[in-house]
C-alpha cells in the first residue's frame, strides 16, 4: 500500500474527523499572535482542522495536503463553519515552495519525511516566509516513542531541540518548548503524549 493510500484509508474510515473537528491546542493558544488579513499556509493539514481554525480568526489560508479524501472532508468543515479557504491537494515532499508568499506558516504534526526531504521541507517553510513572518510547529519527541499514542514509530522522525536549532537557527528569533500532555485530538492523537513545540519569526 503506498503512503496515499494508507492516508485515504485513515481519513476515510474515520468516523468523523481523524484528528477531530478542534484546532490543535498549541495552536489554539497562539492565537493572540495572529493578525486578521495575515497569508497563511497550513502544511499537511488532513482534513482541515487547523486550516479553518486560522480562517476562523481571518487570516487568508492555503490549506495543503495531498489526500483527497482528507480534503473532501475539509471543506464540508469550511462550509459548515461558513469560512473561506483556498484548498491545494499536492504533496508536500514534492512541493514547489513559493517566494516570501505567507505571513505564518503552520506545521501540525509533518512527521512523515526521512531527514533528507526533511531537510528540503524546513528550507520551504523559511522560503515561504515574508521578513518578519511567524513559523509556529508542533512536533512528537523522541519519548513518544514510550506512550505510542500517535505519530511515527521512527526514531529519526522524531524532533529533539538540537534538531530544531540547527535547523531554524536562520531565524531572528526561536522559542523551543519541549513537555508531555494530555492529547484529546479524535482517533488520531489520543493519550500522553511527548511534545516539541516551535515558535520562530523569520
Known sequence: MSELERWNTRYGEAEGHLFGEAPNAFLARQAPLLKPGWEALAVADGDGRNGVFLAEQGLKVRSVDFSPVAQAKARRLAERRGVTVDFELADISK???????????????????????????????FDALRPGGLLLMEAYSPKQLEYRTGGPNVLERLYTRELLEDAFGGFSKIEIEEYDAELDEGGGHKGPSALIDLIAWK
Open 95 to 125: 512541493y514547489d515552495w513559493p517566494h516570501e508568499a505567507y505571513d505564518l506558516v503552520a506545521v501540525i504534526f509533518t512527521q512523515f519525511l526521512a531527514p533528507p526531504e526533511r531537510a528540503v521541507m524546513f528550507k520551504g517553510f
